[in-house]
Nanobody, 115 residues
Framework: QVQLVESGGGLVQPGGSLRLSCAAS????????MGWYRQAPGKQRELVAR???????NVAASVKGRFTISRDNAKNTVYLQMNNLKLEDSAVYFC?????????WGQGTQVTVSS
C-alpha cells in the first residue's frame, strides 16, 4: 500500500514560483517512478514531469525550462519546482507513483496563477 500526500499549492501571480511536495509512504523505493500530472477544468489530465531513480527525468515541453522535478529518497519525497508560472499552468496537480503492481495517486493540490 502506498500513500501520497501533496502540499505546496496556492495562488500566485504570473511570473511567480511555487514548490510542490509529495510525501510518500509505503512500498516506495529509490527506483520507483514518480511524477506529477495536472488537470485543468474541462481538460484531460496531462503529464508534467516524472523522475526515474534519483536523477533521470522527463519534463513536458510546455513546462521545460520552467519546472524542475527532483526527489529526496531519504525523505521519500518528490518535489516540483515551478518558476515563471503562467496563467495556463493553473490546474490541480497530482502526484503519482508507478510501482510494479499498481499506480498510486495523491489527492491533488490546486495551483492558481492569476493577476
Amino acid at each position: 500500500q502506498v500513500q501520497l500526500v501533496e502540499s505546496g499549492g496556492g495562488l500566485v501571480q504570473p511570473g511567480g514560483s511555487l514548490r510542490l511536495s509529495c510525501a510518500a509512504s509505503g512500498s516506495i523505493f529509490s527506483g520507483t517512478v514518480m511524477g506529477w500530472y495536472r488537470q485543468a477544468p474541462g481538460k484531460q489530465r496531462e503529464l508534467v514531469a516524472r523522475i526515474f531513480g534519483t536523477d533521470s527525468t522527463n519534463v513536458a515541453a510546455s513546462v521545460k525550462g520552467r519546472f524542475t522535478i527532483s526527489r529526496d529518497n531519504a525523505k521519500n519525497t518528490v518535489y516540483l519546482q515551478m518558476n515563471n508560472l503562467k496563467l495556463e499552468d493553473s490546474a490541480v496537480y497530482f502526484c503519482y507513483a508507478a510501482t510494479s503492481s499498481l499506480n498510486y495517486w495523491g489527492q491533488g493540490t490546486q495551483v492558481t496563477v492569476s493577476s
